[in-house]
């Protein structure tokens, strides 16, 4: 194992003057600079496994939103959460070890510190999203895995919500919390048979255009659609477009859900037509914001926030209907980027408990856990929902007291089966949102109607170090620079229900800024103000 770790750190040597950090959702930045980490990578995927004797543990090749010339890399737990955060600390600094003798002699540290076995046995699962630097990299963290003496199964293509899913599978398989069959056929089956069983024959309003960011969502909705009711059994009408895999340079360009929500526009090549039902879907599938135009041309935003009020609001219902209520508490987990309307109607109008957790999935996943159901969504479309264990156990004992209840409580059990509760999932949201729709014989009107958004205004900053930019607060707040948060917070007061913040992004090399307040023209202003500061103080 020696030779070969020293042989494979060699092939991938590690490029001059770079650091890496594992960030917001693992490493992620040029694509060109990444061989040397995938290689290192493969051998610390093979010791988390080793550390969980034998456990499969996850390794996703993508950057999600980010343009095509950049990929990434993160690793997933066992149950299919993201990196335990001492893990991630220990990748960070091997990710940085220059030569091979460092590398193996961190390998090294690692077991002994960690009390691992390095004759355990060590199972990963790898797959890609659909960039062209993918086999590349593929290549190269193989070659730390079989250095490492990993088995190792590769899915190929996949989205990282799937990953996630196989992950989950493989481990639980045959046991008594067996998540499912740990295939793509598997996969399909599981969320289109849950999709079909809580529809209960409701008939969608309308159809549904779906842009797939040119990633590989786009393949995977097309599969999965063959295992949803189709049109003429009253099932969904979904049109799918931006699924152009074959281009991998289109991928997120003028298109998909990050795309929509920051320039909060529909991608120029969609052809919907007024209220006609649209949601895009990111790079790698793991999130997906709903808009419509109304019936002035007006373009209409339904984000993770809208995602979250929606799913909270229906499976608070199913519970009352079922009659659980007083056993089962829902909470939502939201961050700073939550509109300040969301934020008002899921307290005042839902009446549910609100927790805010800084960026990242696994800051929302873990505040999420502390609720019977945590409803968790970034507005950016980020998202799903955990049911504890103990209330999974409570529904699934629960005798309902008359008809209506059991009818809600079939519909709720379905529902669980439809959410992907490893990880956010944009297909199994976007079943999810449909369902709800239907349910509530809601068009997006009236999906709209619920609550006024603030407007609001979202701004990338380029500033030469931008780690200088230190948060507190949820990332409400900035500590670092000095003075830059006093002047943010005169420019809020200058503007009604103003509200702002800045944070170094975890994904790319920039600092984001987010304003709200009363009207267009002052969240634009307060945006504007706030990014100069920014500017000026990331200039130095
Ligand atoms: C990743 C994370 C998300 C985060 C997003 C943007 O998403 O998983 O939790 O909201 O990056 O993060 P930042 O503002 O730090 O750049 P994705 O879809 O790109 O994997």
């Known amino acids: 194992m020696v030779g070969l770790i020293v042989q494979a750190v060699e092939k991938h040597p590690a490029p001059e003057g770079m650091a890496y950090t594992y960030g917001t959702a693992g490493f992620r930045t040029k694509a060109e600079v990444l061989d040397s980490v995938l290689t290192r990578v493969g051998l610390i995927a093979a010791l988390r496994s080793r550390s969980l004797k034998g456990k499969w543990i996850g390794v996703m090749i993508t950057a999600s939103h980010n343009p095509p010339s950049d990929n990434g890399v993160k690793l997933v737990e066992p149950m299919g959460n993201m990196l335990q955060e001492d893990w991630e600390k220990l990748s960070t600094t091997m990710a940085n070890k220059a030569t091979p003798d460092d590398v193996l002699e961190y390998y090294r540290e690692i077991a002994e510190t960690q009390h691992i076995n390095l004759d355990a046995p060590a199972r990963v699962v790898v797959a890609r999203d659909t960039r062209a630097s993918g086999a590349r990299l593929l290549g190269c963290l193989v070659d730390g895995l079989k250095a490492a003496g990993a088995e190792y199964k590769d899915y190929g293509f996949l989205t990282t ?76 009408d979904i049109t799918v477009i931006n699924d152009n895999v074959i281009k991998p340079e289109s991928l997120n360009v003028d298109c998909g859900a990050d795309y929509v929500k920051t320039n909060q526009r529909p991608p120029p090549s969609s052809k919907a037509g007024p209220n006609d039902r649209c949601c895009s879907l990111d790079g790698d599938a793991d999130r997906v914001v709903y808009y419509f135009k109304d019936s002035s041309n007006t373009f209409r935003l339904l984000d993770g926030d809208r995602i ?93 007291g008359s008809l209506g209840q059991k009818e809600a409580w079939d519909v709720l059990r379905a529902t669980v089966e439809l959410i992907n509760q490893a990880v956010g999932d944009a297909l199994s949201d976007m079943l999810l949102v449909e369902l709800v729709l239907a349910h509530k014989h809601w068009t997006v009107n009236e999906w709209l109607a619920t609550y006024d958004d603030l407007p609001n205004r979202l701004l990338k900053v380029t500033v030469s170090d931008r ?65 100069s500061l920014v500017k000026h103080a990331g200039a130095v």
């Not at 809020?492 to 800045?502: L, T």
């Not at 790319?508 to 504007?528: F, I, K, P, S």
């Open 308 to 400: 979250a009020t929606l799913v909270a609001s229906f499976l608070g219902d199913l519970v009352r209907q079922a009659g659980l209520a007083d056993k089962i508490t829902i909470g939502v987990v939201q961050t700073a980027y939550a509109n300040g309307a969301a934020t008002k109607y899921v307290e005042q109008h839902l009446k549910l408990n609100v927790e805010c957790t800084p960026t990242g999935v696994k800051y929302l996943h873990h505040a999420a856990e502390k609720f019977d159901v945590g409803v968790y969504f970034e507005a950016n479309g980020h998202g799903t929902v955990v049911f504890s264990d103990s209330t999974l156990r409570r529904i699934q004992k629960h005798v309902p």
């Open 467 to 531: 780690n200088i930019f230190k948060t507190t607060d949820a990332e409400r707040r900035l500590v670092s620079p000095p003075g830059v948060q006093a002047n943010i917070d005169q420019e809020v007061q200058k503007v009604r229900q103003g509200r702002s913040f800045a944070r170094a992004s975890g994904t790319e090399d920039a600092v984001r800024v987010y304003a709200e307040a009363a009207t267009r023209a002052e969240a634009d202003g307060l945006a504007n103000k706030v990014a």
């Open 161 to 236: 919500p799937q990953l996630h899913y196989m992950v989950r599978c493989l481990n639980t398989e045959g046991q008594y919390d067996s998540y499912g069959t740990p295939t793509e056929k598997g996969y399909y089956e599981k969320f289109g048979a849950a999709f079909k069983h809580a529809m209960k024959g409701k008939k969608p309003s309308g159809g549904l255009i779906v842009d797939c960011a040119n990633g590989v969502g786009g393949p995977k909705l097309n599969e999965l659609i063959k295992y949803l009711p189709t049109k003429e059994e009253g099932g969904l």
